[in-house]
Structure formats: C-alpha cells, structure tokens
C-alpha cells in the first residue's frame, strides 16, 4: 500500500532534486495552485532543486512563457524538461521521415521551429498527408471531439505505413473542470489500428534522460535514489518512474479524484482499489501538492 503523507515536506528530507509534473500538480490549466507552488519553493530553499517535467509537445521556452500567464513563479522551479524537446529532438533526426504531416493544432506550429543543438540535423517539410512519409501528433485538431473523428485521418496515413510520432503521451488532462483528449489518445488508436507510434514522453526514458541532462547543466549529478517523482498520472507520472528505479508522490486530488475518492486526501480503501485495479504502487500518496 502505498503511504499517505499530508505534505511534501514530510518526506522530502532524502531527495536532492524533484521531477515534478505540471498539469494536475502545479496548476489546473487555467491558474497556478496555491499549496503547490509553495510547497516547491519552500523545497529550493531548503537546497532541493526542481525539474518540472511535463508531457506538454510545447518547447521549453513556450512553457515558461505558458507558466508566467498562469501565475507559476520562477522560484518555484529550477529548470523544465518537456516531451516537446524530446521529440523535436528525434524529428531532426529523422526518425519518421523529413516530409511529414502534422496533426495538431496550428498553436503548436512552434514545433517545427529550427531546433540548433544538434549536430547535423535533416531538414523537415511539412506536407499534406497524402505527401507525407511521417505524422508528427502535439494533439488533436478539436480536444474535445469525438474520438471517431480521428480515424479517417489515421486510416490513410496507416494506408501509407507512416510512423507517428506523439509529442504528447498523455491520454487525458483537466483544464479547469474540462477534460480533454491529448496526442497520446490519437497514438493509442493508431496502434490499436495497427500503424507505430513512437513515444517520446513520460512515461518513456527518453524525457527522463533529458530531465537527467537538465539535471547536469545545472552542475549536479544526483543519483535515481536521490530524486522523487511527483505526478497525478498513474499510467505516465507514477509508471514512468518506477520504469526508471527512481521513488514516487502519487497526487490522487488530479486524473484520479473520483476513483481515489480525494477533496483533501484520498479515501484509504478507494485508493487502495484503484492501484489495484492499475497495478501500480507508488511510493507515497497525497491528495493534492502542497
């Protein structure tokens, strides 16, 4: 079972650095949360550092831009990893192609910016499906349409073998009191289709091996059993982090509020089901940051 603490604060003590998600956790979509941000800030000054690690397909710049309007201060963090850099990193190397497609919404179109850190980039076109050898997801076109909707678009890039890459593994966030589809649930139909979708997010090693860089460019090399990971997605927060040896705060008050039964905390027996039923353990629980 995993244990119910009431604060950060009480089990920070033997972790140097946080990997800490955003969405559900920091803020709700909308605007910071209070507790959360300063609940963080009172980690820093203790010494921690904090690596907020997201799913969001937005460049590391694009987020922080994004973290000023919702009110999330700079000292509440040390530095951001996004599943956006990753995966930007990846299409510059070409892993579905240089002609490809994008599904998502033109607010993403940052996506396609030069990205400058690699050596010897390919250079990437986007193209009409019917054109394209790849598909690069940041979303849905429509976040809150019918699922269906996406299937004649997935048919004809099956139809051309394209790969997909999925900026975004999330499934589902809560902006406000609104949920809404992510690129995650369009590459989880797409290889249910039968086409491939590469990942590049959490709960996969590749965005925690950019948090470890963005770890290192800040001169610290701390060890998995130093860091806690925070996140309220059990399939991407709580999966990605026993997937890489490295402790968990579950924050059951975010995607599992009902199941957990959490306004303040989580209900001990709903909470023990839903793991359950997920077959999951993280290390500790909390109803919402703080």
Known sequence: MSRIVTALSDISAPYDA??????????????AIPSAVAALQQYRQ???????????????????????????????????ATSGDSARSAMYRGVVGTRVWHLGPDTDS????????????????????????????????????????WRPDLEAALARGAKLLCANPDIVVDRGEVREWCAGAVAKMYSE????????????????????????????TIADDRILAI???????????????????FISGGLAAAETKTTEQPDPDALSAYLETEKSAPTFTIGHLR
């Open 18 to 31: 946080l990997f800490v998600d955003l969405w559900g956790c920091v803020h709700n979509g909308v605007a």
């Open 231 to 249: 996140g309220d997605g059990i399939l991407t927060d709580v999966a990605g982090a026993i997937g890489e040896d490295i402790d968990s705060l």
């Open 193 to 220: 289709m039968g086409g491939e979708s590469l990942y590049f997010g959490k709960p996969h090693p590749p965005i925690y091996d950019l948090a470890r860089r963005r770890l290192h460019a800040l001169g610290n």
């Open 110 to 149: 940052r996506f396609f910016e030069p990205l400058n850190l690699l050596e010897n980039p390919v250079e990437i076109t986007r193209v009409p499906l019917d054109e394209a050898e790849g598909v690069v997801c940041t979303g849905p076109f429509d976040s809150l349409a019918d699922p269906e909707s």
């Open 46 to 80: 203790s010494g921690g550092i904090v690596i907020l690690v997201t799913n969001s397909p937005r460049p590391r710049k694009g987020v922080a831009k994004q973290l000023v309007h919702f009110g999330v201060p700079q000292d509440a963090y040390d530095d951001i």
